[in-house]
Structures are given as C-alpha cells and as structure tokens.
C-alpha cells in the first residue's frame, strides 16, 4: 500500500547547475507533516517540478533524481503555467474562493489549460496506482483530478484537501463550470476543509447545484458515499518551538535585538496577496502614529512580503501600491535614528524568520479571506520566555482556534488601530496567560495529527465504501436470492412504499402506485406460498384505496394498524387525541415554513417538508424536534426524524413491531424486507438471522443489501420471482 500525495509542486528546488541539476527539498509545513506521519504505507508525491524543459534527456535525468525520492514529476509547459496555474487558478478560482468577485476572470483558454493539466496529472499518477493506494489530492488547483482519477481506478481511496476558503453558494454560483469542478471534487471519499464554514458552504453547493442527496457531512452517490469534514491544519509546533534556541538563530536574534535597540517591533509576514490585507494594515499602522504620536520612533512596523505571482497584473499592481505606501508612510514619519516601517520583498531563511518572530512583540496578521493563516500559529508557537501578542483577523480560518488572540475585522482600519495600542499596552500577565491557552492548542493540532487524522478517517470511509459497493445487488447476489427465493415454500415479503416501490415525489398525493407495480404484486401475491404486506406509514384510507382489489396485507401508521385477511386491526389502544400545545408547535412551524403542510394520522401527527428549500427545511426541522422535546415526553410520545418529515407518534409500536408480530404468527423459510428510510431500519433489525434486508438509496450498517436507485427496485422483484 502506498500513499500517494498529489499538488501542484513537488516539496523541492530542482536548479540548474552547470551541466546538470541539483534537488533541495524545501520543507514547507505538508511536507514536514507528512513526513512524520507514522504509516507503513510507502509515500510518494506527485507534481510539478518548478522548471522548466522541453528537452526529453533533461526531463530523464530530473524524473530519475526525483524517482530516488519517490517524488513523480509532472512536467508542464510555460503555456500551461500561465493559462492553468496563473491563469484559472490563480485568477479564477483564487479571487473567487477569497471573495474578490470582481478580480474574477474568465478566459476559455484557462478553463481549457485547467482540463488539460488535471487530465495530464492524473495520467502521469495513474501507472502506479494500485487499488489499495491511499491518493490524497491538494488543493483548488486540481479539483477535477478526485473523478479523473476515480473514473480509472474505482476502487482507490481517494482524499481531497482545500486549503484556501470556499465561498457561498450565491458566489460559487457565478462559476460557468461550477458543476464540472463540484462532480471533479466528488469523485473524493473523504472532502476536506480547513472549517466548518467551508464545509457548510461546499455542502449548500452541492444540493443546490447539483440537487443531490446531503445528510449532514454526507453526499450520497449512486455507488458510494462523500463525506466532508473540517480538519483544522497545524503546524510543526516542536520545531517552531525550538527553533529560537538553535545557535543560528539565537545569532541572529541577538543581532536583530541590538539593531533595533529599546524600540518595540510589530511583525507582519505574508505572500504577497490582495487577500492577507496588506493595504488596510499599512493605513492601519500609519493612523495608529498619526493620532498616537507618542508611540513614534518607539514603534516599528517590520513588514516581510514574499514575492508571489507576480507575473500576474494583479499582483504586480499590488506591489507598486504597497511600494507607494510604505514610501508614504516612511517619508512622513521617519526620522533620523527611527524608520516607522522596514520593509522586506524577499524570502527569508528559516533562521531568521524565526529570529523575526522570537524578537517581535507584536505580530500583526490582518488576511481579508484566507483559508487558515500558519504564520500566526508560528509565530505563537515560537515564543518561550518573552510572550507576544497576536492580532488576528477574523476573517482567518486560524481565528477559531485562537479566540485568545485580539481578533479585529480586518476592513476596520480603526479597530486595528484599536488592537495595536491594546497589544502595545497589555499587562504581561495577560499576555502570558493567552498565550499559554493558545500555546496548548497549537502544540495538540499540529501538522501531523491534520494529516493523521485525515489519513486514518480516509480510510474508515474508504473501508465504508467498499463495504457499500459489496452490498449494492448485483448479479452474484441476486442468482443467490433467487435459488433461496425458489426453494423456499412459505415467504414474508415485507415492502416499503414512499420512495422505495414508489419514487420520492415532491407531492405525497401524487405518489399513486403504477399499472406495472399493481401488476407485479398481483403477480406476487397471486403466488400461494407468499404472503406479501405494505408495511408504511400512510394511513389506512389510503392504503386501501391505492391497492382495490388486490390480495395485499398491509401494516399502516408505521404498525399501529394492520390488515389481514381483508380485515384492518389496530395495535393502538385508542385513537390519540392530540395535545393544544403540540399541535400549536406545528401550526407555528407550518406558519414559518411555506410549502410544509401536517398530517393527522390517528396514531401520529407529520410534518411534511418535501417542497421546503433544503437549508430552510433543516433549521426548521431542528427547531421543531427541540420544541417538541418537552411536550413529547411528558405525554410519552416518540418523535421520529424520517425522510423529509417529523413523526410524532406512540413508542409501542413501529414498523419492527408489526414484523415481529407477523413472525410469531407464522413460520417462514424465507424473509425479505425492503425500505429506503430510516424508520425502515426497525424492520431489518426485526428480521431473523437469515432474513434478507434491502436497503434503497444511502447505506445502512443493518441491512444485507442495498439497491441505489429506487428505479431499480421493481426490475429487481421482477426478476427475483420470474
Ligand atoms: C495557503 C492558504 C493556509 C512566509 N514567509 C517566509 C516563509 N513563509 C512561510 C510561513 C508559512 C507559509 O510561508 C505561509 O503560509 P500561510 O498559511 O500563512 O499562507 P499561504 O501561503 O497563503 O497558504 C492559507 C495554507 O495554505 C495551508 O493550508 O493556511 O490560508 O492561503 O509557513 O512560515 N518561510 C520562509 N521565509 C519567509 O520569508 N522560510
């Protein structure tokens, strides 16, 4: 077994050198994660290299270096670089995820670029993959790679992790391709987010976009199940920790420290992005000296910008305007001996970072969007005997995990001005407090758990999957039904009927059974050896008036009446009489929630919600369970979640009951029972040992079998007693 990682960049440096090429491995924080992670699968990356050749001897030798290292080279072209990584990466979906709807651009030929390039990663991946291999792919620039891959190789364990934010629906929705790269991403089993939030949007997407099935952090496909969770990434908390006591960094910190004498340093560091808020903060920093001239020439700005894309107009454009900036700012306020901002675009070693993060009071991390923010948890992680104060943007996935940060809103230049002065005068002990609460988390939620986590939850959903796929009916397991069928000489067959005979249609009134399904159980039941009930919760009015004139029995109100032998009996002592107060909860949910409609059963009271808006129906549904808590106990009633409806009902009896009550009434040698919903689930588990439970659409843990579609439930009886 192999795990199998796939990006857009390979964790190395190939460069030029003299005749040949020199491999640096550059360390970022998923490379050092992974490679901690404790697994006896065998790790190999795949991705660009970072250079570029057409020359196929020097593409050898580069494949041949990187193959030592179990590193896969995708070699790309400058072309391919600038219409896939510059072009719908990084000017398509890059704004659009930060909510920079207007940087949006739409070219065909970066659409295309993006196609081509997801379609040549996963060929060059695809010769070793083996079905075992875990595939976990990075990032928004290969969301079509999960299906491509998946479409070779079904029975892979396929992983997907966004690094970056993804937006809302109503801005996802402006993609032209939104559906193509949603069905890209779902070829995934596992979909992972830096938050909740992320996770919610993607999920909103789903059901709106692509009208599927969600149940919670589920997507149920026809063969598989995605799930979708939040896996807050970390960093190497032990190395950042230690890396201040390191005699090269200690070095530099001394050095730093006497550079820069008394004088207070706030430190920032970022790519350079329009997302990490660079602007707002210089015009935060140089209102906070205008209207605090105490704190000048006491006060420095050490800003570091590490070039980034800036072969994109953007970014070039960005540039020049933080140049002006900080030569504004410089110009106004510097003085002989004081420099309000040091500004660096340059990359710096590890060392000095660290040296820049030990050294610095303050750290000033104000994104507008960004999916987590890893130089906030380094920089909490470094400090040791001088703690220092972290102003984080709550725009920040990191903001979650460091509520004792000072959080400001990063478009309000006057509260960061605010949080400045608050960090520049925080008592020690606060300081010192805060951070040891930030400290414990960071160093649990390190890298290498995320990347644990995620790796062990891959596979217990993977295992999930393939467990579906050996239930799903097929050939094999319906030829082994139907000799059991035939040798059997008594049969219960037990049928569901709303979305399992009959499709989930929007209006439960227009649910009628069909000419062929009135034609198939009279086949059914014009056998002698079986003995065929609807077993549902409709009422009984209307059981009887769907299936006139057929030999059917039938258990109605999910088992509180049964009909045998032409002749309805009911489990229930009486007819309930309903409760003011629940029936006034329902009546104010209906009032809230246009398109839901009650249903007044003798044995139940339903709340329908088939025409509800998904996300309208999933509040409200919420809110009426809670509602309905107190009331429902104190009156003893059951209340009963099911497909698109709440059911509130007696506790003696369900669709189980009315099974074991047929079982004890009669010998059978063969059992089957079919259904598509939760309530369903009472019938499997009454079931014998040898009963055949069959389970439509999601995966149930209880049932046998399980048939995806309802549409193949008739082809299936049809061919189980022909
Ligand atoms: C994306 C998402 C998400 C920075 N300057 C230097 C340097 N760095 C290193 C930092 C840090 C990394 O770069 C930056 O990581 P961030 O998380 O802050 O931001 P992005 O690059 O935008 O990353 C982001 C991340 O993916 C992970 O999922 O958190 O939200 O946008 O590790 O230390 N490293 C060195 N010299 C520098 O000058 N050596």
């Given amino acids: 077994?192999?795990?199998?990682?796939?990006?857009?960049?390979?964790?190395?440096?190939?460069?030029?050198?003299?005749?040949?090429?020199?491999?640096?491995?550059?360390?970022?924080?998923?490379?050092?994660?992974?490679?901690?992670?404790?697994?006896?699968?065998?790790?190999?990356?795949?991705?660009?290299?970072?250079?570029?050749?057409?020359?196929?001897?020097?593409?050898?030798?580069?494949?041949?270096?990187?193959?030592?290292?179990?590193?896969?080279?995708?070699?790309?072209?400058?072309e391919q670089i600038e219409n896939y990584y510059e072009g719908y990466s990084n000017s398509t979906i890059w704004p659009l995820c930060h909510y920079f709807f207007s940087f949006v651009q739409y070219k065909t030929e970066y659409w295309e670029a993006y196609r081509q390039v997801n379609t040549l990663f996963c060929e060059e991946a695809l010769p070793f993959i083996e079905d075992d291999d875990i595939i976990w792919v990075q990032d928004y620039q290969l969301m079509?790679?999960?299906?491509?891959?998946?479409?070779?190789?079904?029975?892979?364990?396929?992983?997907?992790?966004?690094?970056?934010?993804?937006?809302?629906?109503?801005?996802?929705?402006?993609?032209?391709?939104?559906?193509?790269?949603?069905?890209?991403?779902?070829?995934?089993?596992?979909?992972?987010?830096?938050?909740?939030?992320?996770?919610?949007?993607?999920?909103?997407?789903?059901?709106?976009?692509?009208?599927?099935?969600?149940?919670?952090?589920?997507?149920?496909?026809?063969?598989?199940?995605?799930?979708?969770?939040?896996?807050?990434?970390?960093?190497?908390?032990?190395?950042?920790?230690?890396?201040?006591?390191?005699?090269?960094?200690?070095?530099?910190?001394?050095?730093?420290?006497?550079?820069?004498?008394?004088?207070?340093?706030?430190?920032?560091?970022?790519?350079?992005?329009?997302?990490?808020?660079?602007?707002?903060?210089?015009?935060?920093?140089a209102n906070f000296?205008?209207?605090h001239p105490e704190y000048r020439k006491k006060v420095s700005l050490a800003m570091i910008v590490v070039p980034s894309r800036d072969a994109v107009d953007r970014y070039a454009d960005l540039k020049t305007q933080i140049d002006q900036t900080i030569g504004k700012i410089n110009g106004q306020y510097s003085t002989p001996g004081?420099?309000?901002?040091?500004?660096?675009?340059?990359?710096?070693?590890?060392?000095?970072?660290?040296?820049?993060?030990?050294?610095a009071d303050v750290a000033l991390v104000t994104p507008l969007r960004d999916g987590m923010n890893l130089v906030a948890k380094e920089y909490l992680a470094t400090k040791r005997d001088k703690p220092g104060v972290l102003i984080l943007s709550e725009m920040a996935g990191a903001a979650i995990e460091l509520p004792d940060s000072i959080i400001i809103n990063p478009n309000d230049t006057q509260e960061i001005e605010n949080a400045i002065l608050e960090?520049?005068?925080?008592?020690?002990?606060?300081?010192?407090?805060?951070?040891?609460?930030?400290?414990?988390?960071?160093?649990?939620?390190?890298?290498?758990?995320?990347?644990?986590?995620?790796?062990?939850?891959?596979?217990?959903?993977?295992?999930?999957?393939?467990?579906?796929?050996?239930?799903?009916?097929?050939?094999?397991?319906?030829?082994q039904l139907k000799k059991e069928y035939q040798q059997a000489s008594k049969r219960l067959i037990l049928l569901d009927y709303d979305g399992t005979l009959s499709p989930f249609v929007k209006n439960p009134e227009?649910?009628?059974p069909t000419e062929e399904l009135l034609k198939l159980l009279t086949k059914m039941t014009s056998d002698k050896k079986n003995k065929v009930v609807i077993n549902s919760g409709r009422n009984r009015q209307v059981l009887d008036k769907w299936f006139k004139g057929l030999n059917l029995d039938f258990a109605a109100e999910h088992g509180a009446y049964f009909k045998e032998n032409g002749k309805w009996h009911k489990n229930i002592q009486q007819k309930i009489e309903w409760d003011d107060e629940i029936l006034n909860i329902i009546e104010h949910t209906i009032e809230k929630t246009p398109r839901s409609h009650m249903e007044v059963k003798d044995s139940s009271l339903v709340w329908h919600y088939r025409k509800v808006d998904v996300w309208l129906a999933e509040l409200r549904q919420k809110q009426l369970i809670n509602a309905l808590i107190g009331p429902a106990s104190r009156l003893n009633l059951q209340i009963v979640p099911g497909n698109k409806i709440v059911e509130i009902k007696s506790p003696d009896f369900n669709?189980?009951?009315?099974?074991?009550?047929?079982?004890?009434?009669?010998?059978?040698?063969?059992?089957?029972?079919?259904?598509?919903?939760?309530?369903?689930?009472?019938?499997?588990?009454?079931?014998?040992?040898?009963?055949?439970?069959?389970?439509?659409?999601?995966?149930?843990?209880?049932?046998?079998?399980?048939?995806?579609?309802?549409?193949?439930?008739?082809?299936?009886?049809?061919n189980l007693i022909k």
């Fill in 1 to 78: 077994m192999k795990l199998i990682i796939i990006a857009n960049r390979l964790p190395v440096k190939i460069e030029r050198k003299n005749d040949s090429f020199a491999v640096k491995r550059s360390e970022g924080g998923l490379a050092t994660g992974l490679g901690s992670l404790k697994t006896e699968a065998e790790m190999h990356w795949v991705g660009w290299p970072g250079i570029y050749t057409d020359n196929e001897k020097e593409k050898q030798e580069i494949t041949g270096k990187l193959n030592e290292l179990n590193y896969h080279p995708v070699f790309l072209s400058a």
């Fill in 144 to 285: 079509l790679l999960p299906k491509k891959i998946r479409d070779k190789k079904p029975n892979v364990n396929i992983g997907y992790f966004h690094h970056i934010p993804f937006p809302s629906y109503e801005l996802f929705r402006v993609l032209p391709e939104r559906e193509e790269v949603l069905e890209g991403l779902l070829g995934a089993d596992l979909i992972g987010f830096h938050t909740h939030d992320y996770m919610r949007h993607f999920i909103s997407a789903i059901y709106r976009v692509l009208d599927l099935n969600c149940n919670l952090d589920e997507i149920s496909l026809k063969d598989r199940i995605v799930h979708v969770d939040a896996f807050p990434m970390g960093i190497n908390y032990e190395q950042y920790h230690k890396a201040p006591t390191l005699a090269g960094v200690k070095k530099r910190s001394d050095r730093l420290k006497e550079e820069l004498g008394n004088q207070t340093t706030i430190l920032s560091v970022d790519r350079l992005d329009y997302s990490k808020g660079i602007l707002h903060r210089l015009n935060a920093f």
């Fill in 289 to 291: 000296l205008e209207n």
């Fill in 338 to 359: 004081w420099t309000p901002v040091y500004y660096f675009y340059q990359s710096f070693p590890f060392e000095e970072l660290i040296a820049l993060y030990d050294i």
């Fill in 423 to 479: 960090a520049l005068t925080m008592p020690e002990k606060e300081k010192r407090a805060r951070l040891d609460k930030m400290q414990k988390r960071i160093s649990t939620q390190t890298v290498k758990k995320w990347a644990g986590d995620f790796v062990k939850d891959l596979r217990h959903i993977s295992e999930q999957n393939k467990e579906i796929i050996q239930k799903t009916l097929g050939k094999r397991q319906l030829t």
């Fill in 510 to 512: 227009d649910a009628l």
């Fill in 655 to 718: 669709k189980g009951s009315e099974v074991r009550r047929l079982l004890q009434k009669d010998n059978y040698d063969f059992v089957l029972a079919i259904g598509d919903d939760t309530t369903d689930e009472d019938m499997f588990h009454a079931l014998p040992p040898d009963g055949v439970s069959i389970k439509v659409g999601n995966f149930s843990p209880v049932a046998k079998y399980r048939i995806p579609l309802q549409s193949s439930v008739m082809p299936f009886f049809e």
